[in-house]
């Protein structure tokens, strides 16, 4: 590193070990390592183990010579946790482990630098989830800034639970999901009890899971500011509430498309691939997609994270055969309970009729891979539609490609997300919390035939705005400008 960037400030960020979270804070490290920041990227061994093993992070950052990218020891046997149903536990051991890797990181010496070929760290930017590392900023005097990975519609929605239980609009009971909440400022007349984040859809206030994350969220406004991976014309009447909490908001997204746009400018006709994949990817997809129609896929895919059973495959299975519209679908490892996740893809075990048709029937029409390059699919042309989890990654990355959604959130902040893509920016349809085959096909025949163009001409328009808040002068541009000031003022 030489003398010149030696007076650099120097970053560090570190993200929950989850592919949501590693992918969007490294699109934004490399955002800060274009304008000359030093980066010290901090992931759990087993994550730096995977990203070295199927993405070309370090090729990719070696024209960085202020980024380096470091590991603590893990926490827990990521293979084995189940993070959505075991938030608890891992949060609990992150703490035990973390914190005292990061206190000793930071302090190793009076001006808070750690190695000899890097300069003392300037701020820490943080996964939202990790108040661990707010207490040990503090306690060294190093500034702060959070980064929530989830859309600021959902985020808001933790800030106002102290009001739902006040109101009594919280707890409820497990039945009339679809009775209105009334008490989150900005989505009053749309958000439903089946809206709100799976954490918090709650009968017993004593449950450990919405304790620590409503105490993780309330947080927040410790922070020096707080980023958001979202966009003023997408969110805008959310961040004006946000704004009376943290009023220091950074929205400076789509950040892969904001990345790709920055790339592009400074490497002109820059088509390398800058995939986070925690997962090997099965590029053979986009030859398959190159032989279809325009608009006429739709892409499947249920995230990093969501396991499904057996059952709820066979009726989306039967549902999208049905349908008769073409599809890829990933189908990740491990993905389907009771172990027979892989066995619907083993031509070598014997099936039932129904399952053999199934078969026929993908193989004249889909596509199935176990993970998929997804920014390059969505932005494929023969793509139409996309049926997803509402992960908050996976809802920017189709609408920066105009890829009107069917939305079945899981866990978290997909519930409120896959709201606002049915209800609010109505650039799709909402299954949320049914799955069944006849729901299943009506809705991809809706997305994909019958209504096609309106979704399309939806989903184009709000492209359009993301696309504008990445351009010079847009709001996202300006708002990233303006995080590098402050990082550099200090
Ligand atoms: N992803 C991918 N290939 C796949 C499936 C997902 O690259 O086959 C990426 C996707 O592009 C997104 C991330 O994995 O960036 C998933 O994040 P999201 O927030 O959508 O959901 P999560 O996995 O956190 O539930």
Request: net charge negative; glycine share 6%.
């Amino acid at each position: 590193m030489d003398q010149v960037q030696q007076l650099r400030p120097h970053v560090l960020i570190f993200p929950f070990p989850a592919q949501g979270h590693v992918n969007s804070m490294l699109k934004l490290a490399e955002l800060l390592c274009l304008a000359g920041i030093n980066i010290t990227f901090l992931v759990s061994n087993n994550i730096h183990n995977r990203l070295l093993r199927h993405t070309n992070v370090v090729s990719r950052f070696r024209k960085y010579p202020g980024f380096h990218l470091d590991h603590y020891p893990d926490a827990y046997d990521e293979s084995k946790v189940h993070i959505a149903q075991e938030i608890t536990d891992l949060c609990t051991a992150l703490q035990s482990v973390v914190k005292p890797f990061l206190k000793e990181l930071l302090s190793k010496d009076p001006a808070h630098g750690t190695r000899k070929d890097r300069p003392p760290f300037s701020c820490i930017i943080v996964d939202g989830f990790l108040s661990l590392a707010l207490d040990v900023a503090e306690e060294i005097g190093l500034p702060l800034i959070c980064f929530r990975t989830i859309s600021a519609g959902a985020f808001w929605t933790y800030f106002c639970i102290p009001r739902l239980v006040e109101a009594g609009e919280l707890p409820f009971p497990g039945d009339e999901m679809n009775l209105p909440i009334e008490n989150v400022k900005g989505m009053e007349g749309f958000l439903r009890r089946c809206d709100l984040p799976s954490f918090f859809r709650v009968g017993d206030l004593t449950n450990p899971d919405f304790n620590l994350l409503l105490k993780e969220a309330l947080q927040t406004p410790r922070a020096k500011g707080l980023i958001l991976n979202t966009f003023e014309d997408l969110e805008g009447c959310i961040l004006s509430h946000f704004r009376t909490h943290c009023p220091n908001l950074y929205t400076i997204g789509p950040l892969h498309a904001h990345l790709r746009a920055r790339l592009q400018l400074r490497e002109a006709n820059s088509n390398n691939s800058n995939s986070n994949s925690l997962w090997e990817e099965d590029k053979s997809c986009i030859k398959w997609l190159d032989n279809q129609p325009p608009k006429s896929v739709l892409y499947v895919s249920f995230g990093s994270i969501s396991i499904i059973t057996r059952e709820t495959l066979l009726e989306f299975w039967h549902g999208i055969v049905n349908s008769g519209v073409r599809f890829l679908w990933v189908i990740r490892p491990n993905s389907v309970n009771v172990g027979l996740g892989d066995d619907v893809l083993d031509s070598t075990k014997s099936k039932s009729t129904p399952e053999v048709e199934l078969e026929e029937a993908t193989k004249e029409r889909g596509c199935m891979v176990g993970w998929a390059p997804q920014e390059d699919v969505l932005a494929h042309p023969a793509i139409g539609g996309f049926l997803t989890h509402s992960g908050w990654n996976s809802t920017l990355e189709s609408i920066a490609e105009g890829v009107p959604m069917i939305c079945w959130p899981c866990f978290a902040d997909q519930q409120p997300n896959s709201r606002f893509v049915g209800e609010v920016w109505k650039i799709g349809l909402d299954m949320k919390d049914t799955c069944d085959r006849v729901i299943v096909e009506k809705m991809v025949r809706d997305l994909m035939v019958e209504r096609k163009d309106e979704f399309l001409h939806r989903a184009d328009e709000m492209a359009k705005l993301a696309r504008k808040s990445i351009e010079e002068g847009g709001s996202s541009f300006c708002n990233l400008v303006r995080l590098i000031d402050d990082i550099v003022k200090g």
